[in-house]
């Protein structure tokens, strides 16, 4: 595929006007493997169209982007899905419970960058983002995903759902909703679904300028 560059306000431009735009996280607990992840995309014939990291300041901010990404799914606050895989410390409390749970799975740093020590700060792995043009693609990257998830659980030794996160598959239906402000809950995200994050409002949210720094201050505020 012939990759191009945009600019962060055309890629969020793309991806809330193209049903081709997708959108992939590469949280930091699979952070050290973006090679793995792109080697996936080119030989699915996927074009990355922009890339950036996203420079969120602390545990908050980090917290915040999870509940942005996965916003309207009811596991957020119920937690629903802590089973499948259980954290040493236990449960976390609420409110946002799942979101909570999230974080702690999605947030892991590779064991030599030396945990979220403040010695470390200035290497820390922060997640990485691309907005990708399915158009052209060989193979579907939501059949795909499991298998690189496989791969980024066996190389990092995280669980590989919690090394990626791809945005669903936004139709024109869904597309529409969301251009005129229309309820988009009703498209999914209720109960156990995972199956309402799309591209429109990811890459808003982890994109515009303004967002992050809502992120941040917003964070900022929460932990004092």
């Known amino acids: 595929p012939v990759s191009m560059h ?6 969020i431009s793309f991806c809330q006007t193209s049903t081709a735009a997708a959108v992939l996280t590469v949280w930091p607990s ?3 493997h973006l090679n793995e992840v792109h080697n996936w995309l080119e030989t699915s014939g996927v074009a990355v169209v922009h890339s950036s990291s996203v420079p969120l300041k602390s545990p908050e901010a980090e917290l915040l982007s999870v509940m942005a990404l996965y916003d309207g ?3 957020l606050e119920s937690n ?3 089973g499948e895989q259980p954290l040493p410390e236990g449960p976390p409390d609420g409110p946002f419970a799942g979101a909570k749970w999230k974080h702690a799975l999605c947030f892991k740093q590779p064991p030599q960058i030396g ?3 403040p010695e470390s700060s200035s290497t820390k792995v922060v997640p990485s983002v691309l907005v ?3 158009e052209d693609a060989t193979s579907s990257l939501w059949r795909s995903k499991y298998q690189v998830r496989a791969r980024l659980a066996s190389l990092s030794g995280n669980p590989g759902n919690s090394c990626i996160h791809l945005t669903d598959e936004q139709n024109e239906g869904i597309l529409r909703k969301y251009q005129t402000g229309q309820d988009r809950t009703s498209a999914g995200g209720g109960g156990m679904d995972c199956d309402s994050s799309y591209a429109y409002t990811c890459a808003r949210a982890l994109l515009h300028p303004a967002s992050i720094d809502w992120l941040n201050s917003r964070a900022s505020e929460i932990a004092s």
């Open 6 to 11: 945009l600019s962060a306000s055309n890629a």
């Open 132 to 134: 990708l043009n399915i």
């Open 115 to 117: 945990g979220n020590s």
């Open 73 to 75: 799914e009811d596991w």
């Open 30 to 32: 699979g952070g050290s």
């Open 80 to 82: 629903c899905w802590y």
